[in-house]
T-cell receptor, first 114, second 115 residues
Framework: GQQLNQSPQSMFIQEGEDVSMNCTSS?????WLWYKQDPGEGPVLLIA?????ELTSNGRLTAQFGITRKDSFLNISASIPSDVGIYFC??????????????FGKGTKLSVIP | NAGVTQTPKFRVLKTGQSMTLLCAQD?????MYWYRQDPGMGLRLIHY???????AKGEVPDGYNVSRLKKQNFLLGLESAAPSQTSVYFC??????????????FGPGTRLTVL
């Protein structure tokens, strides 16, 4: 099946720093989604991207859908302690069988040092 | 508007016991999904449903059964639990999918331990 490579696996940053993480695939996707999961909770949708090249922001978060449709990145500006958690990328393949299924990356664990 | 809810939140089973996990959504979503999350494995799809009365297998369906008798509910059953099924289980739902739009909304999870 399709696999998403998400990097880095974990990162420790100082409060106030900017953060960047990315996700790559060997095949194209029609949709890229970014989720955040707090400890003991379910994933929460942060940003959804639908077009190649699209750049979308949600507060301090910015995500982009790569031009090749095989990658996406998420930036967090001026990190704060509540940004701690695991960030997952997810993608939907082109329409057809399986287009309703999401393929998930294995997550980036973010720790913020006050 | 509660979104996606799951019951129970925690459960401990002995090997061979059976149980049913309940997922409910109040967003009138057509699609519903069951995932399991294990350390280092990310989220893996167990079964899904594209509408009331229909279900299909996902990536890791063995040992699980599902039913979608009502649009708002999706049940996950373990007929004979095994220690390998110790995991955190998440339910999700989404609107009908058109041209790849598939924003899934997740429940809070059920933590299952099989001894």
């Amino acid at each position: 099946g399709q696999q998403l490579n998400q990097s880095p696996q974990s990162m420790f940053i100082q409060e106030g720093e900017d953060v960047s993480m990315n996700c790559t695939s060997s095949s194209i996707f029609n949709t890229w989604l970014w989720y955040k999961q707090d400890p003991g909770e379910g994933p929460v949708l942060l940003i959804a991207l639908y077009k190649a090249g699209e750049l979308t922001s949600n507060g301090r978060l910015t995500a982009q859908f790569g031009i090749t449709r095989k990658d996406s990145f998420l930036n967090i500006s001026a990190s704060i302690p509540s940004d701690v958690g695991i960030y997952f990328c997810a993608g939907t393949p082109p329409s057809g069988a399986g287009s309703y299924q999401l393929t998930f990356g294995k997550g980036t664990k973010l720790s913020v040092i006050p | 508007n509660a979104g996606v809810t799951q019951t129970p939140k925690f459960r401990v089973l002995k090997t061979g016991q059976s149980m049913t996990l309940l997922c409910a959504q109040d967003m009138n979503h057509e699609y519903m999904y069951w995932y399991r999350q294990d350390p280092g494995m990310g989220l893996r799809l167990i079964h899904y449903s594209v509408g009331e009365g229909t279900t299909a297998k996902g990536e890791v369906p063995d040992g699980y059964n599902v039913s979608r008798l009502k649009k708002q509910n999706f049940l996950l059953g373990l007929e004979s639990a095994a220690p390998s099924q110790t995991s955190v289980y998440f339910c999700a739902s989404s609107y009908s999918v058109t041209s790849g739009y598939n924003e899934q909304f997740f429940g809070p999870g059920t933590r299952l331990t099989v001894l």
